[in-house]
């Protein structure tokens, strides 16, 4: 019988390049959490999905509508920062309404009366009617963890925006996250990065080429760009 000698993916088959890597501007701590137990190999894709600890909704001191809104609760994909709901047509009863998150985009209508459900999800009552112009504020405070990204997730946490690469002590090897552990470790957060395809660790949902495809423009979206190696040296084409 022969024996057969693994290795564990080393830092430097992984990132290729690194804008000031002896200051760390591309890399952070972030805290990563899992339902169940996982091993991160360095590589690991992650994901980020939103936990909020409060979210407190406030009606514009000038609104001629006194109608409120009721709970408000942010899902997995919202954002830390406030949120602005206005009311952009008038009816008796009712009205429409558009979102902006935190930087001001727009990101989804709603109608007076009726569950609301992108990010945030709420109901808005009506009482005397809204005019156009009426407006609330949403502020959301709470975490962002990251978790081994899969394609399936719906917690936000499918869109690929970081590269585990140690553990919070440094040490530039991989990770046993236990489970339902809040666990503190350092990753590839933004570039300028160069990182090799072939040695990336990803969830097992992503397994078609267009899924990885995907990833990888997610990825390069934050700066970290993803390329084909020959030898140790990444193809940039």
Do not use: H, W
């Amino acid at each position: 019988m022969s024996l057969v000698a693994t290795e564990a993916t080393r830092f430097n088959a992984v990132v290729k390049y690194e804008q000031e890597s002896s200051v760390g501007i591309c890399r952070d701590v972030v805290t990563v959490y899992e339902a169940g137990a996982k091993t991160y190999p360095v590589g690991t894709v992650l994901g980020k999905t939103f936990v909020a600890t409060s979210v407190t909704a406030t009606a514009a001191a000038g609104n001629t509508g006194t109608g409120s809104i009721g709970t408000v609760t942010a899902t997995g994909k919202a954002k830390r920062g406030t949120y602005t709901i206005t009311i952009i047509k008038a009816a008796t009863n009712a009205g429409d309404f558009i979102v902006r998150d935190p930087s001001n985009n727009v990101i989804g209508y709603g109608t007076v009366a009726v569950a609301y459900s992108n990010e945030l999800a709420f109901t808005l009552a009506d009482a005397t009617d809204f005019v156009v112009g009426d407006s609330f504020s949403v502020e959301v405070v709470g975490d962002y963890k990251y978790k081994m990204v899969e394609s399936t997730a719906t917690d936000g946490s499918a869109k690929a925006c970081a590269i585990y690469i140690s553990a919070k002590d440094g040490s530039f090897s991989e990770s046993s996250i236990a489970a339902t552990t809040d666990t503190s470790v350092i990753a590839l957060i933004r570039g300028a990065a160069i990182v090799g395809k072939e040695t990336l660790t990803y969830g097992a949902s992503i397994d078609t080429a267009a899924e990885k495809t995907k990833m990888y423009s997610e990825l390069e979206s934050v700066g970290i760009i993803c390329r084909t190696q020959i030898g140790s040296f990444p193809v940039v084409a």
